[in-house]
């Protein structure tokens, strides 16, 4: 971890397409990106937003951590999203209003593109880089 700006660097894995690369940034929802880390590696299935390619979810993290001061309904593409309501973390394919506050815990910033290769039900792998 680079104790200096909060970034950890991770890796997600779309089994037999590729890999994203990105990072968490503690600062935004510490408490919501210190559960996520503290859960790597993990292997979930991942599925597109219902009926459209807005988002990749990977649903039932086993969380729970609920909003807090940043906590936003607004994201951007690439953001990497915690969904309190839902206990999911979400992959941004493009701007988009949640229907709910959600907790920013990070950012993809290479190969994002990948995703939309994807199909629902994809073992996808959330990792740190090293």
Do not use: C
């Amino acid at each position: 971890m680079n104790s200096d700006t909060g970034l950890i660097p991770i890796k997600v894995d779309l089994y037999g397409i590729g890999t994203l690369e990105g990072h968490i940034i503690r600062h935004i929802a510490p408490l919501s990106a210190d559960a996520i880390i503290e859960k790597m590696p993990f292997a979930m299935r991942g599925r597109f937003s219902f009926g459209s390619k807005k988002y990749w979810t990977l649903p039932g993290m086993g969380i729970f951590k609920g909003t807090n001061s940043k906590s936003t309904k607004d994201v951007e593409i690439g953001d990497i999203i915690y969904n309190p309501k839902t206990d999911e973390v979400v992959i941004a394919i493009e701007n988009l209003q949640m229907s709910n506050k959600v907790n920013k815990v990070g950012k993809i910033n290479a190969n994002l593109d990948l995703i939309l290769k994807a199909r629902n039900g994809l073992n996808t792998k959330i990792s740190k880089r090293t």
